[in-house]
């Protein structure tokens, strides 16, 4: 993992920004489990509030100090595009 930089997106807002590094960080690492501090170290902001909003919108869950996937996130992942 080495992806310090968050590229910005049109329209899109910091969080957002951050929220959508920390999944795609977290789908490609799978089955790799991260944690909420190697993920911070990886992205250089604060991943908590982007871990808890992903968590609300079915995408991420916690598995004691792990931050895995759904089973929602991995099927959009598999989606040709």
Known sequence: MHHKA????????ESEDVQRV????VLAEHPAQL??????REV??????????LGR???LRREGT???PTRAALHFDRLPS
């Not at 968050?6 to 807002?13: L, S």
């Not at 944690?35 to 911070?40: N, S």
Request: charged letters at 15%.
């Open 66 to 68: 792990s931050i895995l």
């Open 57 to 59: 919108t079915g995408l």
């Open 22 to 25: 920390v999944l795609a960080l």
């Open 44 to 53: 250089g902001a604060a991943v908590d509030q982007a871990i808890d909003d």
């Open 6 to 13: 968050i590229p910005p997106t049109q329209g899109g807002t």
């Open 35 to 40: 944690t909420a501090e190697e993920l911070a």
